[in-house]
């Protein structure tokens, strides 16, 4: 088992940053590769960014792309979402996610934190 806790949303103006922080309990927490997901209001949830169980792979949606930059330190438990230069679109609640497999799709995770709220003002 493994619980997740993300911390880090807010509400920021177009062209800001966020750190989103997501605490994962267990001793097991560098067995899982590490997802970040969205759902805005009204939207399907979505992929965002992915690691590796160690840190060295790492996927990005195309929207998020050159923008966000996900990271993990493993002597922490904690998988981490970097935005840069947020758009109004990026509104969402954000998600993340741990997974024994690899992938984008929602079913390839295990385990889901409860999210936090990023608001971004035009």
């Known amino acids: 088992q493994v619980q997740l806790v993300e911390s880090g949303g807010g509400l920021v103006q177009a062209g800001g940053s966020l750190r989103l922080s997501c605490a994962a309990s267990?001793?097991?927490?560098?067995?899982?590769?590490m997802g970040w997901f969205r759902q805005a209001p009204g939207k399907e949830r979505e992929f965002v960014a992915a690691?590796?169980?160690?840190?060295?792979?790492?996927y990005y949606a195309d929207s998020v792309k050159g923008r966000f930059t996900i990271s993990r330190d493993n002597a922490k438990n904690t998988v981490y979402l970097q935005m840069n230069s947020l758009k109004p679109e990026d509104t969402a609640v954000y998600y993340c996610?741990?997974?024994?497999?690899w992938g984008t799709g929602l079913r390839n995770y295990d385990y889901w934190g409860q999210g936090t709220q990023v608001t971004v003002s035009s």
């Open positions: 996610a741990a997974t024994t497999r």
């Open positions: 690691i590796s169980w160690s840190g060295v792979s790492t």
């Open positions: 267990g001793r097991t927490f560098s067995s899982y590769a």
